[in-house]
């Protein structure tokens, strides 16, 4: 507790010394106080400005008052606190430009934009008003002698008015620049649930840069036709996760259902006093539903606009995820077609280049590719054979063994398939050049058509190799039998570092029974 000699004399309202009085530590002891840095060389204007704002209120906080003597003591202040709102800043301390050197640090070394600063100086023709207004970024110039109270109570009024704005602004500005790096992380999500809950998480993350947070959210989804499904949650609904909206009644008010109901058929928002309740229709008829509570009312009800440019982008990136699900399944289903049509040309059954893809899938996840290039790699695989529509069918269907030359004609299917691929730009349409060149390849440099060996080979050349001959192996074709699960292993322990990468035969060895199911699951 500081003690010191003050009275106000309000005819001229300037400060003398009195009697002792004890100055209350209130304001230090409050909760998320504004903070306050004195900086003067005398004690005296420490304990005048301590006992002046003692009883000082904004927006129902109290100040903090932070006492340096020096430069170095300031310094170290900045060093240990934040959020210092205002610097109450003397000129001439350990020299006459002491405080003026003080207001660079804070603004070009510390960079500091947001602290308000007040030069209060007792001896002005040193540090003159106009020049020192012109040439420093401070906010305020005061001379000491006509620095009353009631001039102290306005400055750090109007100071504490600024910095709040720009806090304010500051704290907006963060959450736009959240927005736009959560859409780079939306855009790459293609998977419902991960974008719900990369949205759910976002809208979070905006919230604490308010210093708020969401108790409970859900995001529910809606195809034209299927009912609505609860995709991601957080608090008291994540035991909700995956369930149908249905069963959502009995955990959500009443009147909550009744603002759902409310704007459901055309879509629209409602802000409550901490929820917010908002019903997104996109351009391709999906209905998504995003809840929250908990919310500060007062912080939510300054956000709106945040909010509703999160939950707008949030609506377009829905009809991205639902065009990009449709550029992709046409791809597949285009991609699956054409691998059918060839395969049954050599009397194969369909469900070859279905296995084989699925095959190919477990095979890269367990071999540690990553989930988005396992599933390039299950969309691309099925042309593998796509060359083959180059050769003749007589010789696809042989039942006998080829000659020579027939199988010199059949090993062009390789290259003729990668001639066919080769010439688009998409991301599938390489990949399945890629496998329809390289899936006859061998780990040893006897495969063909470039005699490439080991990791020369492409990481999806290698696998598609594996599930190629296991299926091949596994089922009847016109040309052998179905070979027992026993011959089919024995064989790739036998060409294991031969034919095939001997990481993926253990793979293949290891997890046969996964593999079994796919053949069970599209069999012949």
Same mark, same amino acid.
């Given at each position: 507790?500081?003690?010191?000699?003050?009275?106000?004399?309000?005819?001229?309202?300037?400060?003398?010394?009195?009697?002792?009085?004890?100055?209350?530590?209130?304001?230090?002891?409050?909760?998320?106080?504004?903070?306050?840095?004195?900086?003067?060389?005398?004690?005296?204007?420490?304990?005048?400005?301590?006992?002046?704002?003692?009883?000082?209120?904004?927006?129902?906080?109290?100040?903090?008052?932070?006492?340096?003597?020096?430069?170095?003591?300031?310094?170290?202040?900045?060093?240990?606190?934040?959020?210092?709102?205002?610097?109450?800043?003397?000129?001439?301390?350990?020299?006459?430009?002491?405080?003026?050197?003080?207001?660079?640090?804070?603004?070009?070394?510390?960079?500091?934009?947001?602290?308000?600063?007040?030069?209060?100086?007792?001896?002005?023709?040193?540090?003159?008003?106009?020049?020192?207004?012109?040439?420093?970024?401070?906010?305020?110039?005061?001379?000491?002698?006509?620095?009353?109270?009631?001039?102290?109570?306005?400055?750090?009024?109007?100071?504490?008015?600024?910095?709040?704005?720009?806090?304010?602004?500051?704290?907006?500005?963060?959450?736009?620049?959240?927005?736009?790096?959560?859409?780079?992380?939306?855009?790459?999500?293609?998977?419902?649930?991960?974008?719900?809950?990369?949205?759910?998480?976002?809208?979070?993350?905006?919230?604490?840069?308010?210093?708020?947070?969401?108790?409970?959210?859900?995001?529910?989804?809606?195809?034209?036709?299927?009912?609505?499904?609860?995709?991601?949650?957080?608090?008291?609904?994540?035991?909700?996760?995956?369930?149908?909206?249905?069963?959502?009644?009995?955990?959500?008010?009443? /009147? !909550?259902?009744? $603002? *759902?109901? =409310? &704007?459901?058929?055309?879509?629209?928002? @409602?802000?409550?006093?901490? +929820?917010? %309740?908002?019903?997104?229709?996109?351009?391709?008829?999906?209905?998504?539903?995003?809840?929250?509570?908990?919310?500060?009312?007062?912080?939510?009800?300054?956000?709106?606009?945040?909010?509703?440019?999160?939950?707008? /982008? !949030?609506?377009? $990136? *829905?009809? =991205? &995820?639902?065009?990009?699900?449709?550029? @992709?399944?046409?791809?597949? +289903?285009? %991609?699956?077609?054409?691998?059918?049509?060839?395969?049954?040309?050599?009397?194969?059954?369909?469900?070859?280049?279905?296995?084989?893809?699925?095959?190919?899938?477990?095979?890269?996840?367990?071999?540690?590719?990553?989930?988005?290039?396992?599933?390039?790699?299950?969309?691309?695989?099925?042309?593998?054979? @796509?060359?083959?529509?180059?050769?003749?069918?007589?010789?696809?269907?042989?039942?006998?063994?080829?000659?020579?030359?027939?199988?010199?004609?059949?090993?062009?299917?390789?290259?003729?398939?990668?001639?066919?691929?080769?010439?688009?730009?998409?991301?599938?349409?390489?990949?399945?050049?890629?496998?329809?060149?390289?899936?006859?390849?061998?780990?040893?440099?006897?495969?063909?058509?470039?005699?490439?060996?080991?990791?020369?080979?492409?990481?999806?050349?290698?696998?598609?190799?594996?599930?190629?001959?296991?299926?091949?192996?596994?089922?009847?074709?016109?040309?052998?039998?179905?070979?027992?699960?026993?011959?089919?292993?024995?064989?790739?322990?036998?060409?294991?570092?031969?034919?095939?990468?001997?990481?993926?035969?253990?793979?293949?060895?290891?997890?046969?029974?996964?593999?079994?199911?796919?053949?069970?699951?599209?069999?012949?």
């Amino acid at each position: 507790m500081i003690k010191s000699k003050l009275k106000t004399i309000n005819d001229s309202e300037e400060l003398i010394f009195s009697d002792e009085i004890n100055v209350s530590e209130e304001a230090k002891n409050l909760n998320n106080p504004w903070k306050i840095l004195v900086v003067d060389d005398e004690e005296d204007v420490h304990k005048i400005t301590e006992l002046a704002l003692s009883d000082y209120t904004f927006e129902n906080r109290k100040v903090q008052l932070f006492n340096a003597l020096s430069s170095p003591q300031a310094k170290k202040i900045f060093e240990d606190e934040d959020d210092i709102a205002i610097v109450l800043l003397d000129v001439v301390m350990e020299q006459d430009n002491t405080g003026l050197k003080f207001v660079d640090y804070i603004r070009s070394e510390l960079n500091n934009k947001m602290v308000r600063i007040v030069i209060r100086t007792g001896q002005p023709g040193k540090a003159p008003e106009h020049e020192i207004i012109s040439k420093y970024d401070i906010n305020d110039y005061k001379s000491k002698t006509r620095f009353t109270v009631q001039k102290l109570f306005t400055t750090v009024t109007s100071c504490l008015r600024a910095y709040n704005n720009l806090k304010f602004i500051k704290k907006n500005q963060d959450g736009l620049e959240l927005i736009v790096k959560s859409n780079k992380t939306l855009i790459g999500n293609n998977q419902l649930s991960i974008f719900a809950r990369t949205a759910l998480e976002t809208l979070d993350k905006i919230f604490e840069i308010f210093d708020t947070s969401m108790d409970s959210s859900f995001y529910a989804v809606a195809s034209p036709s299927k009912d609505l499904k609860i995709i991601a949650c957080t608090g008291k609904f994540v035991r909700f996760t995956n369930s149908s909206f249905k069963n959502f009644d009995e955990l959500v008010a009443l /009147n !909550i259902i009744d $603002h *759902i109901n =409310n &704007i459901y058929k055309k879509g629209g928002e @409602v802000f409550l006093k901490n +929820e917010y %309740i908002g019903v997104l229709k996109t351009n391709e008829d999906f209905t998504s539903i995003i809840y929250f509570s908990g919310v500060d009312s007062k912080l939510f009800h300054l956000n709106k606009d945040l909010i509703k440019l999160y939950i707008n /982008n !949030i609506a377009t $990136h *829905i009809d =991205n &995820i639902v065009l990009t699900r449709e550029v @992709v399944n046409t791809q597949k +289903e285009v %991609i699956m077609t054409l691998g059918e049509l060839v395969e049954t040309r050599s009397k194969e059954t369909a469900n070859h280049v279905a296995r084989v893809a699925e095959i190919c899938y477990v095979l890269a996840l367990k071999y540690g590719i990553c989930r988005e290039e396992a599933e390039l790699l299950r969309m691309a695989v099925p042309m593998h054979d @796509v060359g083959k529509i180059g050769i003749p069918e007589v010789i696809l269907n042989k039942t006998g063994n080829l000659t020579k030359n027939e199988f010199l004609l059949v090993q062009t299917h390789a290259q003729t398939g990668f001639d066919i691929l080769k010439n688009s730009e998409k991301k599938i349409m390489e990949t399945a050049a890629l496998i329809a060149l390289q899936h006859h390849e061998k780990w040893d440099g006897t495969g063909y058509p470039n005699n490439l060996t080991e990791e020369n080979i492409h990481i999806f050349g290698r696998i598609a190799a594996v599930a190629d001959v296991f299926d091949a192996l596994s089922h009847k074709r016109c040309y052998k039998k179905k070979w027992g699960i026993k011959q089919v292993l024995d064989l790739f322990q036998s060409e294991s570092g031969k034919h095939f990468d001997p990481e993926l035969v253990k793979i293949l060895l290891a997890s046969i029974d996964e593999f079994q199911e796919i053949n069970r699951l599209l069999p012949d």
